[in-house]
């Protein structure tokens, strides 16, 4: 908590879904404390104008801006609300002091914080919930709250009632102190009277406040049994501290546009929220130097480069200075999207570094062992194609400047389709990578889905005697081998053995016969890998003159050319293992999507650690999977989600193997 006169800025983040408010309250707070001019109607003070906030018509970076209320320094960060850029808020929210979750008051709009507020509560980072746009609501603030226990781990705290005239909400009663404020205009309260008409709503509710209180102060407990009112510093005095603490979620509420309620949520923060050394103590690596930072965001500017947002958590850090293994080359103040140069940044500032070589969103620098948020899992893919192969290198540089902005992307090559894949977290998670490498970087690239890496494999034995030779003056080219191929059991892979007796093929063209049967193995009859086949050497020919490795490699490639097809082909999909995770009421509407997904169930439980939230186990084709993640979210709210991995190959057959076989054929043409 607070002693009002620290020297260290108070860090807040702003997070909540994209809407909610976060931008208005933050722009209103600025107002309200004359850091900027009051804006003109639909304007922004903190315009998001970089290319991917262009093409996505959303912010999607954090924004952060400072200002001064009542001799403290506040420094916020407004995160990106899409569950898709959660990284970036990730990132973040593992550097502040306090998170201000913001919401509409809408009771079905609470299911979507869900995921928030477990990040919140897993990171170990304090937060209080704001409640805006109460200026248009018509709900019940207090069911709201009832409900949002379903949605949060950490037991919720109302901390006002709201007043209510006309049916509109104008004010609101504090629970703590009793007093009645009526909103005015620009955040300015003016003390009423509390109307009789609420004094048993107050008292019932302020009881209702200090009995989970109670459960973490024994004095409080104690009072409350013998029916003394334990006064409202008291009271004050326990809230904070459950709020540093981790124990409870503060309810606040207030129309961020209007700045209803906001000198109220000043005062919540000045008095109550945690001061640096929670943060530092969640931060600072075990062992540290005299100079430590951690970065929250890397971004490249178009005419600075590379620029890290970073809190400093020890000493004070100047132009020039090293920290860690890295040299800071310019450090600046951000205001929104301006950087004003700044000499010096003490513990607990927030400022920009340019041209931080090495240091990645998310690495803490001076010292070794720290915690490092992790990253998303991957769950949406797409598949990278230059236009021109000149490109390539481009790419390349690009996809590594993408990554080190945002983490939650991931690089596949994979070689069995020979695809590049770029995973992320969504289609508006892509559409930003688009707008950075082809709007930012200038790097000419096609997004596809990824092709489905089928195999297949054969059902049937053969025996196969097959002779290359070849005369086209001076030498020749010779190789003659009998080879056995046979099915193996699903996984077990691909065996080469020799059964060669006499030398009939010599021990030196042994394995070129291999090479070329394995070569073959890359694209079988029905044009995917074939896996799962043993091949035994089992007798051939050799010429003195006209046999060399390459003829033998040529001749066991050829033998399987000619085997293959006869050995009853079968093709092979991917399955992967998918764990799906959602709060429970979505849960019939899940089963359906598995099952028209072809997926089988194979199990189903509570998830661990999240009250309120399922699990189901399951396995589904990877070609149902590429867009699992846009039908799961839009049935559950936008909280769902899922992990994945590999399973198993299953045969395919029926139409959806000639459907496979069409399009391959088709692409293979092309
Ligand atoms: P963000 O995506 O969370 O940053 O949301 P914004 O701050 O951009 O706000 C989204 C929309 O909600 C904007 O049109 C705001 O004007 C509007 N808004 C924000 N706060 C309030 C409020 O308290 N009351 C009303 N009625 N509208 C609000």
Redesign the pocket.
């Known amino acids: 908590m607070t002693n009002g006169t620290q020297a260290s800025p108070r860090v807040v983040a ?1 997070v ?12 209103n707070i600025l107002f309200m404390t004359d850091t900027t001019r009051r804006r003109a109607n639909g304007e ?1 003070v903190f315009a998001d104008d970089g290319v991917e906030a262009k093409a996505l018509s ?2 999607v970076d954090i924004n952060v801006a400072e200002a001064g209320y009542l001799g403290d320094r506040y420094i916020f960060i ?1 995160c990106p ?1 899409s569950i898709e850029l959660m990284q970036e808020m990730r990132n973040a929210a593992y550097a502040v002091d306090v998170a201000i979750v ?1 919401t509409e008051p809408e009771p079905d709009k609470l299911q979507a914080l869900s995921p928030l507020l477990h990040e919140l509560e897993a990171g170990g980072i304090p937060h209080l919930l704001f409640i ?5 609501s018509n709900v019940h603030i207090r069911d709201l709250a009832r409900s949002l226990d379903e949605v949060s781990v950490l037991p919720s705290v109302l901390r006002h009632v709201p007043i209510r005239e006309d049916g509109k909400i104008n004010g609101f009663v504090d629970l703590a102190s009793r007093r009645a404020y009526r909103y005015g205009v620009d955040g300015s309260r003016e003390i009423t009277e509390t109307a009789a008409s609420y004094i048993e709503q107050v008292a019932d509710e302020r009881f209702q406040m200090m009995e989970r209180l109670a459960d973490f102060h024994d004095d409080l407990m104690e009072e409350l049994l013998e029916d003394i009112d334990p006064g409202t510093e008291e009271i004050f005095q326990d809230l904070g501290a459950d709020l540093c603490a981790g124990n409870i979620m503060p309810v606040l509420m ?5 700045s ?1 309620g906001l000198r109220r949520l000043m005062k919540v923060l000045r008095h109550e929220m945690p001061d640096f050394s929670l943060a530092c103590n969640r931060l600072m690596p075990p062992k540290s130097e005299d100079k430590v930072a951690y970065v929250l965001k890397t971004k490249y500017l178009p005419h600075m480069g590379k620029v890290s947002f970073a809190r400093v958590l020890k000493g004070t850090v100047k132009d020039g200075d090293q920290v860690g293994d890295s040299k800071i080359s310019g450090l600046f103040k951000i205001s929104g999207p301006e950087l004003k140069k700044i000499g010096q940044a003490n513990a607990g500032d927030i400022v920009a570094i340019a041209r931080l070589g090495g240091a990645a969103a998310g690495d803490t620098l001076g010292g070794t062992g720290a915690q490092k948020p992790e990253h998303l899992h991957a769950v949406y893919a797409q598949a990278l194609e230059v236009h021109d192969r000149k490109d390539e290198a481009r790419l390349s540089e690009a996809l590594t400047k993408l990554i080190e902005e945002d983490p939650s992307f991931e690089l596949e090559h994979r070689e069995d389709t020979g695809q590049l894949l770029l995973w992320g977290q969504g289609e508006i998670h892509m559409r930003t990578a688009r707008a950075r490498l082809v709007d930012k970087y200038g790097v000419g690239v096609a997004f596809s889905f990824p092709r489905v890496p089928y195999k297949e494999t054969i059902r049937r034995s053969k025996l196969q005697h097959t002779r290359y030779k070849k005369q086209s003056g001076g030498h020749g080219q010779f190789g003659d081998v009998v080879i056995e191929v046979k099915p193996r059991g699903l996984g077990q892979g691909f065996e080469f053995e020799e059964n060669i007796h006499g030398g009939s093929v010599p021990k030196q063209y042994i394995q070129s016969v291999e090479a070329g049967v394995k070569e073959y193995l890359k694209q079988g009859p029905l044009g995917f890998p074939v896996v799962d086949v043993a091949v035994t050497l089992k007798d051939g020919q050799c010429h003195n003159v006209d046999s060399s490795d390459m003829a033998f490699k040529t001749a066991g490639r050829m033998a399987m050319a000619d085997a293959l097809p006869g050995c009853e082909p079968v093709l092979l999909e991917p399955i992967e293992h998918v764990r799906v995770m959602a709060p429970s009421i979505h849960m019939a509407k899940i089963n359906g999507m598995i099952t028209s997904r072809r997926g089988q169930i194979m199990g189903f439980d509570a998830r661990a650690g999240w009250p309120g939230w399922d699990l189901i186990d399951a396995q589904m084709p990877a070609s149902e999977m590429q867009d699992l993640i846009i039908e799961l979210r839009s049935v559950t709210q936008g909280t769902g989600t899922f992990e994945h991995e590999f399973d198993h190959l299953n045969e395919l057959g029926g139409k959806l193997k000639e459907k496979v076989l069409d399009g391959h054929v088709v692409a293979r043409r092309t």
Not at 132 to 136: Q, T, V
Not at 254 to 258: E, F, V
């Open positions: 702003l909540g879904p994209y809407s909610s408010g976060k931008t208005t309250l933050l722009e922004r959303m912010g407004d609300g913001v805006n746009k109460i200026d248009h207030g129309s961020a546009l209007n209803y």
